[in-house]
């Protein structure tokens, strides 16, 4: 009952808005938001479909789970083939855009086609309707949602949508919720921006229920009860964020530095969770405070501001208030991939990021990679524009993120992503990426597990598929070495499913330093219809994880595209703890086909699709 | 004892689970737009501030109210808006220096914070105690300890 059971189709060819009842059996099978958009997505879809072409669609789905009271229920996703990666994308986003789409009374919006001109779409509860954006194009991320609401005369809208960027096809463009957070990875607001899709513009007042009210509030509080104990989610997430990983990391040697060559960074104490909270200069910190999504009890967003006197944002007003702060990802890719470790700068830099609407770790790994060919002599002042693109220059990173946010000169090129540009300057092997997107912070090589989570995971190379750091390094739900092979391929296919259940659910996947599936399948069965255990989400996850499998080879990927750049698989690690060390993808990968019941190139079998109700 | 509540804004991380919890309460539904507490987000300078009635003594919405629908109850010190008695016609709307009181189109009444009879939601659901529920004769005693801390003994003695 959780579920709205109507989703709203928009065809922007046509510039129609139907209503339609939500398949109810699919709901049943795929549960809701990533595992139920990808269901509709691959049913509509040819897999063979370009990203930019008009014949792709773009879903945005909530789970069962959202808008209600159960801890960090805001979440929605975005379903689409990834501009960046041409793999099935799938991006969520937290703040309150997710809840809002519930509350007016829909569980997913499909959009179709291709606008003339640039539209929004404007949804107040039922009634949907798509309005001439012209004087938001050309528009920041921060401009259109400001913008927005003061034409609704509505400060209480919600407000999901593309920058500069995302208009311009930078391939690594997001689609950005209340100010600052967003739908990152795979280019799913390049996808939005080609089909002439500005913004969304939501506010629900029909409120969301839930199946068992009283087995509900149970469940939710007992969860909340166990997150508030947690350390990680009680303590260590409110109080230093996803940052409180940057010393840790640094230390056990998976810290990857200037484009993977070291694993450490000499300068990440300067760009930790720790610098956030102490004094600058002028009596201020980086941090401001901590917050939260819609729902969450944990809180562990960053709110900072720029030093004033700070080259970045000297005379400019603009960037002197405070905004979304580095979580743990941008830190690592604008900081220690790039070899900077002034934290003001970074933290501009990601400013950037989400006014104008791109992924800050596809960016800073971007950046990376065009530092080396600069330093190799590849790429000259000619082509940066006179940028000197040298690892360690902070001032040649936040130039580079204003010119992506226009994507002019060497902005255009650096929107490319590392694969097209490191293949378009003769050095494919430098682009530290699998099926073209960028990795995040983790070494492969300092972390063993990360390095098949990469390889296989679905939407490219990601952490948030299956974070076995989880287990290799925090110990949870136990510690297993990481720099072992063993036992890796059947704890990634364990993070996968779970994951993949969690994040159709309408959940935060940090719930999980703190939930397993006994913890959060209690809240889903008491949401919605149908017998939710840790068994059937397990299943059900599984299930999804397949299916979206199925879709990437029917797109043109093969078990060959399961790898990962020679610098992993051959280079060894240079420093600390994993010193001398590869990533052991060869050892991992045929038992992790072997266990998820595929054939030796990476093709599920028939039994294992039958198994799922998959054939 | 009567209570009140007590809010510190500086605790609060903007998460709306009072919201949340305030409107499954009167409405059975996870509904924020219909929640009588509500958190204002000042995003440049990374403030949240959560805000609701505070239960006037005297209170404008009361005495502006020309049927009488809203009424003192004298266990929790609640000013309480009858729904049966209610006629929607919104003068305490205005009456309401603070703007908690507030029309429902869709009920066709007017809705404010009752305190859920002496069991207010809001602070049961804040999970960093930014809104506790204390005795409202001491409504200061958190920062009256805040301060007491900073001028003890061994800080003047330090000083
Ligand atoms: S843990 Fe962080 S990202 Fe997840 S819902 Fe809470 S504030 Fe948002
Ligand atoms: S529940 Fe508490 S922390 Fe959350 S918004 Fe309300 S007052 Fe703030």
Redesign the pocket.
Known sequence: MSWTRKLLRVNLSTGTCTAEDLNMEWAQKYLGSRGLATKYFIEETDPKVDPLSPDNKLIMSTGPLTGTCA??A??YTVVTKGALTGAIACSNS??FFGNELKNAGWDMIIFEGKAEKPVYLKLINEKAELVDASKYWGKSCWDTEEGLKADLQDPQARVASIGVSGEQGVKYACIVNDMD?AAGRSGVGTVMGSKNLKAVVLRGTRGVRVDDPIAFMDATNAGKAVLAENPV?GQG?PTY?TQVLMNVINEMGAMPTRNFRDVQFEGAANISGEKMHEVRADGTKNLVTN???????????RVSTVERTHYTVKDRPQYQGASGGLEYEAAWSLGSECGVDDIEALTFANFICNEQGYDPISFGATVGAAMELFEMGVLTLEHTGGIELKFGNAKALTDCAELVGKAEGFGAELGLGSARLCEKYGHPELSMSVKKQEFPAYDARGIQGMGLTYATSNRGACHLRSYTVSSEVLGIPEKTDPLATDGKAGLVMAFQDATAAVDSSGL????TFAWSLEDIAPQVNAACEGDWTVESLLECGERIWNMERQYNLAAGFTGKDDTLPKRLLKDAAKTGPAKGKVSGLDKMLPEYYEIRGWDANGVPKAETLNRLGLS | MQKALNINADKC?G?LQCEVACSFEHTGTFNPSKSRIKVFKFHDEGRFVPYTCTQCAEAWCLQACPVEAISYDAETGAKVVADSACVGCKVCTIACPFGTVNYVPDTGKVAKCDLCGGDPKCATACPTDAITYVDASMTGLEKMRAWAAKTDAGLQAEA
């Open positions: 801890s960090t805001g979440r937290g703040g957070r989610t997430l964020g917050a939260a999504c819609y729902g969450c009890t944990i809180a562990c967003q935060c996947i940090f719930t | 991380t998460c």
